[in-house]
């Protein structure tokens, strides 16, 4: 159970920050923010504004930001913490095939020293 929770809270940042989710907040962020004060200044739009209740049920406009904010951290953290790794995996090879390298060097200074 451990494991499996472990793994579900490591996948949140993928979900996150994937593309569908990205134009959902997006999409919420526009027809919340923008389209409603755009019915605001253009009379015509009025009747089609969000009602309080759209507003209330889809969100607020803190929190469509907030997810939106989140879910690009989320992807950016993801993304970083991916990269460090993959340097860290290079930089262990490099460490190992320079050791590898200075033991065959010896080992030819070895030779050369005794002919």
Known sequence: MKKFISNFLAKIPIVLSSGPSIFIYLLLFFY??????????????AP????????????????????????LAAGTGTLAHSSIHKLHKKHDMLHASIEEL??????????????
């Open 32 to 45: 919340l923010v923008i389209y409603a004060f755009a019915c605001i200044l253009i009379p015509k739009l």
């Open 48 to 71: 089609y504004a969000p009602s309080n209740d759209v507003q209330l049920i889809m969100g607020n406009y803190t929190n469509v930001l907030s997810a939106l904010g989140a879910s």
């Open 102 to 115: 200075h033991k065959k060097i010896d080992e030819i200074e070895k030779i050369a020293g005794e002919e």
